[in-house]
Each structure stands twice: as C-alpha cells, then as structure tokens.
C-alpha cells in the first residue's frame, strides 16, 4: 500500500510517499520511505497560472506513484488570512485532483500529526524531520521541510489506520 501524503502551499507543495507492509493490528506495521520532494510554482506568475501548474505537476506525481490512498493536511485557520485563502485555494486543487484519480482522500490536523508522530502536539520543524528520519531510517533529515511535513502526514495515516 503506498500513501501519499501532501502538505498544500501555492508556493511550495510539499509530497512524500511511504509504503507500508498493510495494517496489521497484531504485529509492528512496517513503513518504508519510497521518495518525497516538492512542487514549486512560480512567484510572478499570477494566482490561476501557479494554480494549474500545482493541478499538473501533482497529476504526473499521482500517475507515476499511482498510490492507494492521499493524505493532507487540513487547513489551520489560526494562520493569517491571505495565506489561509492561499493554501486553501492549494488544497482545493489537491482534493479536485485525487478526486480525478479516483483515490480514497483522508485529512489530518496539524496538530493531530504532530502529536501522533512526536506524542506532543506543538512540536517544532525540527523534532518533526528528525522524527520522520528515525521512523523511516533515512540517512539525513528528510529537507525541505514541506517535504518532511508531507512524510509526517503519510506516517501519521498509517499509524492512525493500523491501531487496533
């Protein structure tokens, strides 16, 4: 099963993708780090320009990484509100396109993701990427940090889901 877990930005996209051996409630869930990265859109391009380019760019991830389901991160309103409208306006693009690729769409709350990975809701930058980098054994801290943000949100649907 292959998750693919997206932190929605108009600037930066963040993605990551985890494989997991399927949930098993009795043994330990194993989960594997398959690749992870980021969509970038143009900042002189206008509004509807980076917002077709994060509909197409996200749409070639989905077709070559074909995963079972997509995990995002809700929006959290406590931020300001231009950049509440920015990255809702992102997450609608994220949802309109798993919604075209016909896979199973979940969300999580920041501080929800945080607290599952971490056990503390209000964990920085840095626990979370360092956390991912133990659960999925990497070498180095997994960077950008949208990008790490994006792995936290796929192991968190893992986690989540094999509880039993």
Do not use: W
């Amino acid at each position: 099963m292959l998750i693919l877990g997206i932190d929605p930005g108009t600037a930066i996209t963040g993605y990551g993708v985890v494989q997991t051996d399927g949930v098993s409630k009795k043994s330990v869930q194993k989960y594997f780090h398959i690749r992870h990265g980021c969509i970038t859109t143009p900042k002189e391009s206008l509004m509807p320009e980076r917002l077709y380019s994060l509909q197409k760019q996200l749409r070639q991830i989905i077709t070559e990484i074909k995963p079972s389901c997509v995990a995002v991160e809700q929006l959290f309103f406590g931020i300001n509100s231009k950049t509440a409208i920015t990255v809702g306006q992102a997450r609608g693009v994220v949802m309109a396109a798993v919604a075209e690729a016909g896979i199973p769409f979940y969300e999580y709350q920041g501080l929800s993701v945080k607290k599952t990975l971490t056990g503390f809701g209000h964990a920085d930058k840095k626990t979370i990427q360092k956390t991912v980098q133990k659960l999925l054994k990497l070498k180095e801290i997994p960077k950008p940090d949208d990008a790490a943000d994006a792995l936290a949100i796929a192991i968190c649907h893992i986690l989540r889901n094999s509880q039993g």
